[in-house]
């Protein structure tokens, strides 16, 4: 028999940036390196389907199986164990797991989150590391303890949120939160910046140098439609990323409390970076939407 060879051909197609609308003249789409940024998936690491020739499909003891996770790429120069994973991608989508004894009985459980790329392939598993009593008392501004696991169980992200106040007439308490990579040393900081009107953030590498900000809208409220905070640049006229929530039905929105989220960065951004942007993520998830019983 001869042989052949197949080919997998990529994607060829680019989708430019939408202009901004009001309030935002002077932005234009762009990120940190040379190239344009493209919300679009753009992708030039082609993943077989679960179950193809030579790419195990592994699933963690005790997870619910069915879901494929990723399979690790090889890991750039310098990357943090477990960042690997990052380093191919420009789109993340986190879904919080309902938790059914929170939906019946009104009292709030820990959170528990799948982390996915763009073609629904687990990369990580995030699980909320909190006591009884600081959920059920402190709400949506309780402190907590976010682990980040991978295929195999190994933790290799952190993320610590201290006990602020949640209070946007009080500029001297905002909150934080903090990205290790692996546990145990900081990869970055999320910082809430304060402003009468707008939600505001600042993204600071491992030395709390400012790096890129966050904007959000004035007024955070999801009801029938999705919520975009804006990732740019310090002079805020370059918008680097986008952290969205995606509403995720009626039903869904008014019996729980279980969010969805995507976040958009270039393929090519620091992969501490990207751990950074997962973290303001879940900072912006506990501030504006854990629903407070």
């Known amino acids: 028999m001869k042989p052949f060879q197949i080919h997998l051909p990529g994607s060829s197609r680019h989708i430019v940036y939408p202009k901004h609308q009001a309030g935002h003249i002077g932005k234009q789409a762009g990120h940190l390196g040379s190239q344009a940024f493209y919300p679009g998936r753009q992708h030039s690491y082609l993943v077989p389907p679960a179950g193809a020739a030579g790419i195990p499909v592994q699933n963690q003891p005790g997870r619910p199986a069915g879901v494929p996770w990723m399979p690790a790429p090889p890991p750039p120069l310098n990357c943090p164990p477990g960042l690997e994973y990052l380093s191919q991608i420009d789109m993340i989508l986190i879904h919080q797991q309902i938790e059914l004894l929170e939906v019946l009985f009104s009292f709030e459980s820990s959170n528990v989150y799948d982390i996915k790329n763009s073609f629904g392939q687990r990369i990580y598993f995030a699980a909320e590391d909190t006591n009884f009593c600081t959920r059920n008392c402190c709400g949506r501004s309780r402190p907590f303890t976010l682990r980040i696991t991978d295929n195999v169980g190994r933790e290799v992200m952190t993320l610590e949120r201290p006990l602020r106040c949640n209070c946007c007439c009080c500029p001297c308490c905002l909150q934080e939160i903090e ?89 090519d951004l620091d992969v501490k970076l990207k751990a950074v942007m997962i973290g303001a993520c879940f900072l912006i998830d506990y501030m504006f939407f854990e629903r407070t019983r």
Not at 205 to 220: A, H, M, Y
Not at 225 to 239: C, K, T
């Open 179 to 267: 990205i290790q990579a692996p546990p145990g040393v900081p990869v970055g900081y999320v910082t809430q910046t304060w402003h009468p009107c707008l939600t505001k953030f600042t993204i600071k590498n491992q030395n709390r140098e400012d790096v890129l900000k966050i904007s959000g809208p004035c007024i955070v409220c999801s009801c029938f439609a999705g919520v975009d905070f804006e990732i740019i640049s310090l002079d805020e006229q370059m918008v680097v990323g986008r952290i969205s929530k995606h509403w995720s039905g009626l039903l869904r929105e008014a019996f729980t409390d279980a969010d969805n989220f995507g976040i958009q960065f270039p393929r």
